[in-house]
């Protein structure tokens, strides 16, 4: 019996991932370059549906470090019902800024177990403003999570400590 002979030689294949790298295409599972990072141009990330205190959300899933510092940056405005969930390995005293952010946001601040433990209302649009001008929005408690949402979200939606978020544990990965 003879040897089945693959169709393309590996030498073949090594020469085409080569072109691949040197094209840069695609990044699969590579961080966002820093100069994409402040383009101008709003992320794309993956939503998933969620509830919290009774509310339907769309919920876009920032996991990464790249996809964690580029947050909600350019992006023009957003609807009643959806938010960018911050994803940590651990609880952690988490601090926020809004540099490149055109639009007020609400930060809400959820512990290990979903659990709301924290928020700040109103955080004021950083675009335009100088790195060094930037306020610090920081959570008060450790959180493991946090959720931003349009401006007046946590009064339109009634919010309380303790209030929990219905998510699907197997999306909560983080880098």
């Known amino acids: 019996m003879k040897p089945i002979q693959p169709a393309i030689s590996s030498s073949c294949i090594i020469y085409i991932l080569a072109i691949f790298m040197i094209a840069g295409i695609p990044n699969i599972g590579q961080s966002t370059p820093p100069s994409r990072l402040y383009s101008g141009v709003p992320q794309t990330l993956p939503t998933t549906e969620a509830r919290l205190a009774g509310h339907n959300l769309t919920i876009a899933l920032a996991r990464t470090s790249a996809e964690k510092a580029k947050g909600l940056m350019f992006v023009e405005s957003l609807q009643e019902d959806f938010g960018m969930l911050f994803v940590y390995q651990s ?85």
């Not at 809004?98 to 955080?123: A, C, Q, R, V, Y």
């Not at 060094?132 to 959570?139: D, G, I, K, N």
């Open 91 to 175: 609880p952690r005293v988490m601090g926020f800024w809004m540099k490149n952010t055109k639009i007020p946001l609400d930060l809400i601040f959820f512990s290990d177990n979903l659990e709301i433990n924290g928020w700040i209302k109103g955080m004021q649009p950083g675009y335009g403003i100088p790195e060094q001008s930037l306020p610090q929005y920081v959570s008060d408690l450790p959180a493991q999570y946090a959720l931003e949402l349009k401006d007046g979200s946590i009064d339109r939606l009634k919010l309380k400590i303790g209030d929990r978020l219905e998510i699907a544990l197997t999306l909560l990965y983080s880098d």
